[in-house]
Nanobody
Framework: QVQLVESGGGLVQAGGSLRLSCAAS????????MGWYRQAPGKQRELVAA???????NYADSAKGRFTISRDNAKNTVYLQMNSLKPEDTAVYYC????????????????WGQGTQVTVSS
């Protein structure tokens, strides 16, 4: 059983910072792409940032210049450093990972974390 466990959400004032972490646990072979998505009330889930195993990154326009995604492959962990937070960043943030569980040649499965609430007050 593989799990993604997020931490680091909370309440912050506009202009503040938060750092989210997501660690994969359980029996797995390798992790390919990892990413962060968010879903605000009444809206669809959207990509915030993604990172490949080699470190290539991709950001939503709303995150560029304010958020930084990084990962520690040895710890099976992905991070999202969020600076200059705005009230419109308020959402549940979900970790996502493409994981190969059993070895080379086995299929890749997509996993989601349980979500962590980020609330930015004005």
């Amino acid at each position: 059983q593989v799990q993604l466990v997020e931490s680091g959400g909370g309440l912050v004032q506009a202009g503040g910072s938060l750092r989210l972490s997501c660690a994969a646990s359980g029996s797995l072979f390798s992790i390919n792409a990892m990413g962060w998505y968010r879903q605000a009330p009444g809206k669809q889930r959207e990509l915030v940032a993604a990172i490949t195993r080699g470190g290539s990154t991709n950001y939503a326009d709303s995150a560029k210049g304010r958020f930084t995604i990084s990962r520690d492959n040895a710890k099976n962990t992905v991070y999202l450093q969020m600076n200059s937070l705005k009230p419109e960043d308020t959402a549940v943030y979900y970790c996502n990972a493409d994981i190969v569980r059993y070895g080379l040649g086995y299929p890749l499965d997509e996993y989601w974390g349980q979500g962590t609430q980020v609330t930015v007050s004005s």
